[in-house]
């Protein structure tokens, strides 16, 4: 049996070059700064790092979710609104944490979207089992 997840291919997919966009920034501050490990005081370094780990970090729940939802036949039309949000939110806060350490909107923005849409996708997820599991059991009584 074939399985295609178009949705999640593409939002993996996009996530996956945003990840290396990332990655690339810190390489290049680090081949600038001469910098082999960590971040030695830098801090532009450092809020690059954590830009990238970050993003690491909520990407792999966001990806997670956003399958499971697919594989559970959830609307593409709400699919490509979490991935586009997603991924958007990350990039707003990506660029607030490159600007600075502290507080910022950009950060505040992208943090409340992301966990936004990681809600979403969770309850979508639970309610999809809570709705299979009634099924079943209305097909099964004795």
Known sequence: M???VPVTALYAGLYALFLLVLAAGVSRQRRSLKVGLGHGGHPPLERAIRAHGN???WGWPMLILLLAAELDHTSRT???VCG???ILARVIYAVGLSRAAG???GRLI???LSWTVIAVLAILNIVDFV???LVWVMTNRP
């Open 2 to 4: 074939l399985i295609v």
């Open 103 to 105: 507080a910022s909107r």
């Open 131 to 133: 709705r299979t599991v």
């Open 110 to 112: 992208g943090s409340a």
């Open 78 to 80: 709400i699919l490509h």
């Open 84 to 86: 586009t949000l997603f």
């Open 55 to 57: 993003s690491v970090e």
